[in-house]
């Protein structure tokens, strides 16, 4: 049985960001188009799953970013699926563009449910050598540094067709809680313009640990694990307003002038700024 599948899509204006380049969460709303076109290639048609109240949860993710994308690019997404017990499936996700150069590598984790929360076994075990797997586990705060804290509602428009948040809404969450972590500072894109700074995100894990259902409150805490030279790493908690954990990530950012479109260590005026916020010295 062939696990593997490839779809193309054409990224459009609508899926671009500010900076005129596609948004983070197009890639994995690309790979989720694939792994349900894997799925309906193997007998599992939406229809199928709808009809069984199956569902995909999702667990966790990795993403690297390899190339920046702008409007009307062909990509090509090809999807591998490695089944594993109790529902468990990692999918490996490779985009490329039209030239064959990649621009992005996603990997995935979901459990299939049924509509008692039951594990369902999608796809038959296979004979065959895994990926190395980049899903990374999240290290707890250490308490040694400052965070802020966010107040954000989960949006009712980012559920899917079953009624669930899919995975890019978590990472929406998770983006919207850097946004509001710059607000805060007073990090707003002018001020960055005014520093010739960008921090570009080009590399991460996410822990998605308990469904966060649509309009919920959460609290997002943010901070910074280090900055390596032209490096930022970005840490991120997200809390029900009880305190439970209900995700978390730990992202690689690059420093980047803007004027210059190059890497480059951060700035003393933004260093300073950061500098409560950093966990480790």
Known sequence: MNEKSSISLTTRMADLDPLRHVNNRIYEQFCAEGRYRLLEEHGYSLQAL????????????FVKFERQQRAGIELHVQTEAFPLEDGLILWDHHISGADGEPACYLQAKTAALDGRSNPVELLAAVEKAAPGVYIEDVPEFSGNCERTAS????????????????????WRVFEEGRHMFGEQLGLTMQKLVQLDTHVFWIAGTYQCYKPIAAGQQVIIHTWLERI???????????????????????????????SESRPKTAPSELAAILEPYIEIA
């Not at 709808?50 to 993710?61: G, K």
């Not at 107040?151 to 978590?170: C, H, Q």
Request: charged residues 20%.
């Open 151 to 170: 107040a954000y509602s989960a949006i009712y428009t980012d559920r899917d067709v079953f009624g669930r948040l899919p995975l890019a809404a978590y």
């Open 50 to 61: 709808l009809n069984h109240a199956i569902v995909l949860r999702p667990i966790a993710s």
């Open 228 to 258: 390596d030279r032209i490096r930022a790493y970005f840490r991120q908690e997200i809390r029900s307003a009880a305190g439970d954990l209900l995700g978390a990530s730990r992202e690689q950012h690059l420093i980047v002038s803007l």
